[in-house]
Nanobody, 123 residues
Framework: QVRLVESGGRLVQAGDSLTLSCATS????????MGWFRQTPGNEREFVGA????????FYSDDVRDRFTISRDNDKSEVYLQMSNLKPEDTALYLC????????????????WGQGTQVTVSS
């Protein structure tokens, strides 16, 4: 059974840093690209960033490129999202996802998803 479980979300203040984790099982983590998305009520899932199976060349949306960092530990089957200089507009449910497709900015290309962890940034 495929499982992705996010953790680390909480209420923080603007300018704070926060690290999210995503623990996975039930699929071959080391062969999958891992993505982070975020979603606010009434809106579509928004691409945040992704990291290839090798951990090389992670890439990010323009909104977070200079503030967020994605990393992964293939031995632990975990992926992380380090967020710094958080802004109120970063408030969202953050979800991790796994795929073997190459077009990784599209949620539809990710077959495996977690339930998400809530990040709330107060001003």
């Amino acid at each position: 059974q495929v499982r992705l479980v996010e953790s680390g979300g909480r209420l923080v203040q603007a300018g704070d840093s926060l690290t999210l984790s995503c623990a996975t099982s039930g699929f071959t983590f080391s062969t999958h690209t891992m993505g982070w998305f975020r979603q606010t009520p009434g809106n579509e899932r928004e691409f945040v960033g992704a990291i290839s199976w090798s951990g090389n060349t992670p890439f990010y949306s323009d909104d977070v490129r200079d503030r967020f960092t994605i990393s992964r530990d293939n031995d632990k089957s975990e992926v992380y999202l380090q967020m710094s200089n958080l802004k109120p507009e970063d408030t969202a449910l953050y979800l991790c996802a796994a795929t073997r497709y190459s077009a990784v900015t599209l949620p539809a290309n990710f077959p495996f998803w977690g339930q998400g962890t809530q990040v709330t940034v107060s001003s």
